[in-house]
């Protein structure tokens, strides 16, 4: 499978974006996808994970409430809504695929897309 994350772009304190993240080739649907930042200087977060059966979504603590994680079946494509943005949600967004629902680790994260940047002005 391959992921594309897409969507990225600069934003002011308090703005929304959403980000795409779309999948080619055979992905499980025992899978799911997790959206995971890394801003300048820090390590890779996890933000947000999503089962592709089912739903059950979960999220990063400096996330909750603000983001939400989401698919489109018959698109095969996941998206991150980002609402209330702030300054340090600035970094580059990626998704990948695990099947380990739940984890929060990037090592049990596979199939790293390209990742798209987002940048909240202050």
């Known amino acids: 499978v391959q992921l594309q994350a897409s969507g990225g772009g600069l934003v002011q304190t308090g703005g929304s974006l959403r980000l795409s993240c779309a999948a080619s080739g055979r992905i499980f649907s025992s899978s799911s996808i997790g959206w995971f930042r890394q801003g300048p200087g820090k390590e890779r977060e996890f933000v947000a994970g999503?089962?592709?059966?089912?739903?059950?979504?979960y999220y990063g603590d400096s996330v909750k409430g603000r983001f939400t994680i989401s698919r489109d079946d018959a698109k095969n494509t996941m998206y991150l809504q980002m609402n209330s943005l702030k300054p340090e949600d600035t970094g580059v967004y990626y998704c990948?695929?695990?099947?380990?629902?739940?984890?929060?680790?990037?090592?049990?994260?596979?199939?790293w897309g390209q990742g798209t940047l987002v940048t909240v002005s202050s």
């Open positions: 999503i089962r592709l059966s089912g739903r059950s979504p």
């Open positions: 990948a695929r695990t099947s380990e629902w739940g984890s929060r680790r990037p090592r049990d994260f596979g199939s």
